[in-house]
């Protein structure tokens, strides 16, 4: 499992990455990780949205559109908020 996101270094956390660095500077896993906000307890937002991405055809962040609440929700850390916020992104 990847550290907890508030152990990392300032530079290092998605948001403040987007902040100072722009778009062009996150990874897809970040900008899920974004909209995410938490994990859960054992699993960081970072490992959620990895688990996400690799739930993909792919790992491609395009098929993202195609998949459902109830698809989303298969994935541990991802209920009924989490899985509505990221298929209305």
Known sequence: MSQCV???ACCEKPRE??????P???TDQDLLAI???TGVQ???????SLD???SLPNENLYY???????DLKRIRGIGSYKAVTICAA
């Open 24 to 26: 062009a500077a996150v």
């Open 17 to 22: 990455k987007f902040l100072h660095m722009g």
């Open 6 to 8: 508030r152990d990392m």
């Open 42 to 48: 054992g699993h960081s937002v970072l490992d959620v």
């Open 52 to 54: 996400m991405l690799r």
């Open 64 to 70: 993202l559109g195609e998949a459902s609440v109830a």
């Open 35 to 37: 909209l995410l906000r």
